[in-house]
């Protein structure tokens, strides 16, 4: 049968309405692209955009979405992804074999919560409180660093190094309380630490890049984190130490009836990895899939595998080198990270994802999205000449947006590039 012009007017108007309401939200959005690309921090800088409508599955929005960028930490967005798929829900903390009731012989899995000072439930102390001796299975892990890393940066908080059996956090902190007072934890790092005697206004400190030595002189410091390298005699120093019990050191791997020591939730290591953007932390997460996957603690072994199994299907095969996005050999397309995280929207559902990334207001984008808070959920990354932000958006009428902003070789300031990216993602949530 054929329908007459006037059998249902209220159609025809109702189908007018929706194409004049897209159109008027694609020149709104055309309107945007064109102010942001004319930005002047954003005008001389390379930049890809990618949006995509995980509600009617289909792109929106693309700007030079399959080009290539160095993302900085958004790269923490596909660790995220491995490790909820592959940790479970409780962290492996440690494997064990009680040889008698006096003695047990551990090996690491990577958890990287053993003594952090964020978790002050420590099982694992617990667990080991309960021996007389403690015996350490260590194949000596010295990979401490990433491809890639700028190593000039070895005394920063963020280049935690890594290691088969972290603790706490892998880092010295020290604390200046007055003159010539200079709190430092772990304790065992007392032993290794030379202190001025003259410290007026706060410290500075310094340390070889291959040794765990400490020297703190006169500076404008009061509180500091300097990374040690995790070699087998440091851990096993500092476990003897803390638990003031005799620790030693077999070369020996676990037999195969090891036992397994749970810890914490996934999720409350993912959780701050995402809103502060725990470098330690991602690399740490990557460790353990690849523990959990192959056996072994390999990032470059791992990404391989990952990359032609779980994300062989990306839009473009990414170049994936490490787990926190340190690296400025990592190069992802916004695209990609549309993909990943539309994997994570499908596998593990938003209200897991909401308890993991920060929203407007919160972690690293704390000062931004306020007004979208509860609505906005995105991963930030920042190296000097990057800024990115990746994530999902729920517009007015409740419909979910992925996106992907990478921003390269920006000459300005970083808080101008968020503001420009800002404003632009804002304008899809109409």
Same mark, same amino acid.
């Given at each position: 049968?054929t329908?007459r012009?006037?059998?249902?007017?209220?159609l025809?108007?109702?189908?007018?309405?929706?194409a004049?309401t897209?159109?008027?939200?694609?020149?709104a959005?055309?309107?945007a692209?064109?102010?942001?690309?004319t930005?002047?921090?954003?005008?001389?800088?390379?930049?890809?955009i990618?949006?995509y409508d995980?509600?009617?599955?289909?792109?929106?929005?693309?700007?030079?979405?399959?080009k290539?960028?160095?993302?900085?930490?958004?790269t923490?967005?596909?660790?995220?992804y491995?490790?909820?798929?592959?940790l479970?829900?409780?962290?492996?903390?440690?494997?064990?074999?009680?040889?008698?009731?006096?003695?047990?012989l551990?090996?690491?899995?990577?958890?990287?919560?053993?003594l952090?000072?964020?978790y002050?439930?420590?099982?694992?102390?617990?667990?080991?409180?309960?021996?007389?001796?403690?015996?350490?299975?260590?194949?000596?892990y010295?990979?401490?660093?990433?491809?890639?890393?700028?190593?000039s940066?070895?005394?920063?908080y963020?280049?935690?190094?890594?290691?088969d059996?972290?603790?706490?956090?892998?880092?010295?902190?020290?604390?200046w309380?007055?003159?010539?007072?200079?709190?430092?934890m772990?304790s065992?790092?007392?032993?290794?630490?030379?202190?001025?005697?003259?410290l007026?206004?706060?410290?500075d400190i310094?340390?070889?890049?291959d040794?765990?030595?400490?020297?703190?002189?006169e500076?404008?410091?009061?509180?500091?984190?300097?990374?040690?390298?995790?070699?087998?005699?440091?851990?096993?120093?500092?476990?003897?130490?803390?638990?003031?019990l005799?620790v030693?050191i077999?070369?020996?791997?676990l037999s195969?009836?090891?036992?397994?020591?749970y810890?914490?939730?996934?999720?409350?290591?993912?959780?701050p990895?995402m809103h502060?953007?725990?470098?330690?932390?991602?690399e740490?997460?990557?460790?353990? /899939?690849?523990?959990?996957?192959? =056996?072994i603690m390999d990032?470059?072994?791992?990404?391989?595998t990952?990359?032609?199994? !779980?994300l062989a299907?990306?839009?473009?095969?990414?170049?994936?080198? !490490?787990g926190?996005?340190l690296?400025?050999?990592?190069l992802?397309?916004?695209q990609d990270? /549309?993909?990943?995280?539309?994997?994570?929207?499908?596998?593990?559902g938003?209200?897991?994802?909401?308890?993991?990334?920060?929203?407007?207001?919160?972690?690293?984008?704390?000062?931004?999205?306020?007004?979208?808070?509860g609505?906005?959920?995105?991963?930030?990354?920042?190296?000097?000449?990057?800024v990115?932000l990746?994530?999902?958006?729920?517009?007015?009428?409740?419909?979910?947006?992925i996106?992907?902003?990478?921003?390269?070789?920006?000459? =300005?300031s970083?808080? !101008?590039?968020r503001?420009?990216v800002?404003?632009?993602?804002?304008?899809?949530?109409?």
């Amino acid at each position: 049968m054929t329908l007459r012009k006037t059998s249902f007017p209220w159609l025809l108007a109702f189908i007018a309405a929706i194409a004049i309401t897209s159109c008027s939200s694609q020149r709104a959005i055309h309107s945007a692209q064109k102010k942001l690309l004319t930005e002047p921090v954003i005008q001389t800088a390379h930049i890809g955009i990618s949006v995509y409508d995980a509600t009617q599955n289909k792109y929106v929005f693309n700007y030079q979405g399959d080009k290539y960028f160095v993302p900085a930490s958004n790269t923490k967005i596909p660790t995220c992804y491995v490790a909820m798929k592959y940790l479970g829900d409780s962290l492996t903390a440690l494997r064990y074999v009680a040889r008698d009731p006096d003695t047990v012989l551990i090996a690491g899995t990577g958890s990287p919560d053993l003594l952090h000072p964020d978790y002050k439930d420590q099982p694992v102390f617990n667990f080991l409180k309960q021996y007389k001796q403690v015996i350490l299975s260590v194949k000596p892990y010295t990979d401490f660093l990433g491809s890639g890393w700028s190593w000039s940066d070895y005394k920063a908080y963020y280049m935690a190094q890594r290691s088969d059996l972290p603790l706490y956090g892998n880092v010295a902190r020290f604390n200046w309380k007055n003159e010539g007072n200079v709190q430092v934890m772990p304790s065992y790092f007392k032993t290794v630490t030379t202190v001025a005697n003259h410290l007026p206004t706060g410290f500075d400190i310094g340390k070889p890049w291959d040794e765990n030595k400490f020297t703190v002189t006169e500076g404008t410091g009061k509180n500091d984190e300097v990374p040690f390298r995790p070699d087998a005699p440091t851990i096993k120093a500092l476990l003897a130490d803390t638990l003031k019990l005799p620790v030693t050191i077999d070369p020996h791997p676990l037999s195969a009836g090891s036992q397994r020591l749970y810890s914490r939730p996934v999720d409350s290591v993912l959780r701050p990895m995402m809103h502060r953007s725990d470098n330690f932390f991602a690399e740490q997460m990557l460790l353990m /899939v690849s523990q959990e996957k192959l =056996g072994i603690m390999d990032d470059r072994t791992i990404i391989d595998t990952l990359l032609k199994t !779980d994300l062989a299907d990306l839009p473009q095969k990414p170049r994936w080198v !490490d787990g926190s996005g340190l690296s400025r050999y990592n190069l992802f397309t916004p695209q990609d990270f /549309v993909a990943i995280l539309h994997k994570m929207e499908k596998e593990f559902g938003m209200q897991r994802i909401k308890g993991i990334l920060p929203t407007g207001g919160e972690g690293t984008i704390s000062n931004y999205y306020k007004e979208d808070s509860g609505y906005i959920y995105a991963k930030t990354g920042s190296l000097s000449g990057v800024v990115s932000l990746s994530g999902y958006l729920y517009t007015s009428k409740g419909r979910l947006l992925i996106f992907s902003v990478l921003v390269n070789n920006h000459n =300005g300031s970083a808080a !101008d590039v968020r503001r420009a990216v800002e404003r632009f993602i804002r304008k899809f949530r109409k």
